[in-house]
């Protein structure tokens, strides 16, 4: 990773682009992932310095419509201003293979999904997303951002579908190599709201997409979910910070710059946002 000695601020408005590499207001030549047109995965225009350190993985956690994007898009622009190299990414999806395999598990029109296979695709998309994607930009020294991660699994099979914490831990050891987060930043918010939210934000989409299958669980499935997270967040307390995402996006965004600002070893923010 590269020298870090700024202070990391927090950013008032969105100032990067998803579908764009444009974090610092140009282009720069698309890594493998954009070039094949992923919305959602950008790297910033910092490059990695000449290093001999691997970078961090961080992962954003929570319901549906917790407001992760926003938050992500937020932080990676903070650390762009910093030149801290940052890759973007998201499960499921963040390549070829996995954004295919999103269509599939998001459609509603897929009803006949079985958890199961609705499990075993969560794994094939993050097995591709290790190995192609997250692996590579860590190696380089990034800081990756994903938007979800095995928590997720944990929480939404495991508990939200009743197939237990066993089996994805199993599976996450087998065909992820127990790839663990170096930080996840657990955004916590009211089920009614979140879904409400997630179910209007989609209902809103430009694109033709339906991505819609889980918003239309009930309320008991998304009860199990935040149960099941906030199992594995006191489990692995070492890692996971719950972060009240009730407030404004600018509170919750100050939030979070504080916690990974002390994650990354970074002097402590200032600036107010
Ligand atoms: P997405 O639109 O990316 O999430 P959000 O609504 O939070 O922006 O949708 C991803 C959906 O997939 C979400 O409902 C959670 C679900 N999911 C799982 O059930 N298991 C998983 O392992 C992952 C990664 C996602």
């Given at each position: 990773m590269q020298d870090n000695r700024h202070e990391l601020c927090v950013v008032d408005s969105d100032s990067i682009r998803s579908e764009t590499?444009?974090?610092?207001g140009h282009r720069e030549k698309p890594p493998a992932a954009a070039k094949r047109n992923h919305p959602i995965v950008y790297h910033s225009a910092v490059s990695p310095a000449r290093h001999t350190h691997r970078g961090k993985f961080i992962t954003f956690e929570g319901l549906d419509g917790s407001g992760k994007s926003t938050q992500i898009r937020k932080l990676a622009a903070?650390?762009?201003?910093?030149?801290?190299?940052?890759?973007?990414?998201?499960?499921?999806?963040g390549t070829t293979t996995g954004e295919k395999i999103r269509k599939l598990l998001l459609d509603s029109a897929?009803?006949?999904?079985?958890?199961?296979?609705?499990?075993?695709?969560?794994?094939?998309?993050?097995?591709?997303?290790?190995?192609?994607?997250?692996?590579?930009?860590?190696?380089?020294?990034?800081?990756?951002?994903?938007?979800?991660?095995?928590?997720?699994?944990?929480?939404?099979?495991?508990?939200?579908?009743?197939?237990?914490?066993a089996a994805v831990l199993e599976l996450h050891h087998i065909l992820c190599g127990?790839?663990?987060?170096?930080?996840?930043?657990?955004?916590?918010?009211?089920?009614?709201?979140?879904?409400?939210?997630?179910?209007?934000?989609?209902?809103?989409?430009?694109?033709?997409?339906?991505?819609?299958?889980?918003?239309?669980?009930?309320?008991?499935?998304?009860?199990?979910?935040?149960?099941?997270?906030?199992?594995?967040?006191?489990?692995?307390a070492h890692r996971v910070v719950v972060v009240d995402a009730r407030g404004t996006p600018a509170q919750t965004h100050r939030k979070i710059v504080e916690i990974v600002g002390r994650k990354l070893n970074l002097p402590r923010a200032t600036a107010a946002g």
């Open positions: 590499l444009n974090l610092r903070a650390l762009s201003h910093l030149k801290v190299p940052v890759l973007v990414t998201r499960e499921p999806g897929n009803v006949e999904l079985s958890p199961m296979a609705e499990l075993a695709l969560m794994f094939a998309s993050r097995a591709q997303h290790i190995r192609e994607v997250i692996e590579p930009a860590l190696s380089e020294g990034r800081i990756v951002l994903c938007d979800r991660f095995t928590d997720s699994t944990e929480a939404y099979q495991g508990g939200g579908r009743k197939l237990g914490g127990d790839l663990q987060p170096d930080l996840t930043i657990l955004m916590d918010s009211d089920i009614a709201a979140s879904v409400e939210r997630a179910r209007r934000r989609n209902c809103s989409r430009k694109s033709s997409a339906d991505e819609n299958r889980f918003e239309q669980e009930n309320r008991a499935f998304f009860s199990r979910v935040r149960h099941g997270y906030h199992v594995l967040a006191t489990r692995d």
